[in-house]
């Protein structure tokens, strides 16, 4: 159990049998009645955010989470097959279980999967990934000047906008979480 007066950003707690990660907090003292506590909550599960607030002292279980490091290997069908690098158990994991990241997967890439009473809740790639461009236009001279950009095809498949000096067979670095270009390797 942990008391809502003890919240900090990060800490998980169990509310009506969900995972929540504490994401925002106020301890708040009114000049009249009670001490309370406001507090923005994310669902592991789903990732909304909700709004709840907890009158001072409440105390609420602990939401035990697991992460644990995985490696990709490969798609099979619709599901995407990860190995447990300690013991090298194969799980296979729909696209809905990794989300958005399914665009930058790449075979032997380790991820963080994070599971909550055995069930797998979300899957975190690094923050960033290295691929190489497979389709773009190319890159005409004294464009590196005007500062656009262009589409580019990765060999995973996502399309991300990178500057015009960006060539087919190019490596370059992309933020996972912003699907932006970073720079080129």
Do not use: W
Not at 76 to 97: K, P, R, W
């Amino acid at each position: 159990m942990i008391n809502v007066n003890d919240f900090k950003t990060g800490v998980s707690v169990e509310i009506d049998g969900d995972a929540y990660v504490v994401v925002e907090f106020q301890h708040v003292k009114p000049g009249k009645g009670s001490a309370f506590v406001r507090t923005k909550l994310r669902n592991t599960r789903t990732g909304a955010v909700v709004e709840n607030t907890f009158n001072a002292g409440v105390k609420l279980p602990k939401a035990h989470l697991d992460h644990r490091e995985m490696q990709y290997l490969y798609k099979d069908g619709e599901f995407f097959v990860v190995m447990d690098v300690e013991n090298y158990e194969q799980i296979s994991l729909t696209e809905e279980q990794v989300g958005d990241g399914v665009k930058y997967l790449k075979e032997e890439m380790n991820l963080s999967v994070l599971l909550y009473k055995g069930q797998i809740i979300g899957v975190d790639l690094p923050a960033n990934v290295e691929l190489e461009v497979i389709d773009t236009e190319p890159g005409i001279k004294g464009d590196t000047a005007s500062g656009g950009n262009k589409p580019a095809t990765l060999e995973t498949g996502a399309v991300v906008r990178v500057p015009f000096f960006i060539n087919v067979g190019d490596h370059i670095k992309i933020n996972t979480r912003t699907n932006e270009y970073i720079e080129r390797c």
